[in-house]
């Protein structure tokens, strides 16, 4: 059996430091409160990713695995060098070696992304912009430079 996880790309030359990989979920859960804001977007965002919500809820490793490989099968446009993550094959051993809040963070980046595919393609673009640059200068976790760089 296969096995896909989702990667910064940092990593694919060397470990993910924690505070980067802190940075990934904040970016992501921030882009979520964003799109949250404009209320269409959030709706189509939600329903896109009500699996991902369900699975978070019920705390089971392997339920999270499969709902993770089934959005990366499925929504694979997400996953592009553009959005900088990587998908990696992993084996067996590894799945045995990841935490439940290892395979809870991966969601919550998948999460992330289908909010950031909606906001990317909505008309109300550039008012989630504003909102979403609000919010990352206000978590306190990325320079004014880091966020600009995450603007472009």
């Known amino acids: 059996m296969m096995r896909v996880g989702i990667w910064n790309m940092e990593q694919y030359a ?27 977007v959030a709706a189509q965002s939600k329903l896109k990713s009500h699996k991902i919500e369900e699975a978070l809820k019920m705390k089971d490793k392997q339920i999270m695995w499969n709902v993770l490989q089934e959005y990366i099968y499925k929504h694979s446009e997400l996953f592009t060098m553009a ?19 290892d395979m809870a963070r991966q969601l919550e980046i998948v999460r992330g992304l289908i ?38």
Do not use: M, P, W
Request: net charge positive; proline share 0%; glycine share 4%.
């Open 14 to 40: 060397q470990n993910l430091v924690y505070t980067d990989e802190e940075k990934v979920v904040t970016y992501c859960k921030n882009i979520v409160k964003a799109v949250e804001k404009t209320r269409d």
């Open 83 to 101: 959005n900088g993550v990587q998908l990696r094959r992993v084996d067996v051993e590894f799945y045995k070696n990841v935490s439940e809040g």
């Open 115 to 152: 909010y950031l595919n909606e906001a990317k393609h909505c008309a109300a673009k550039e008012k989630i912009k504003a909102c979403f640059k609000k919010l990352l200068k206000q978590s306190g976790v990325f320079s004014e430079h880091e966020i600009e760089v995450l603007l472009l």
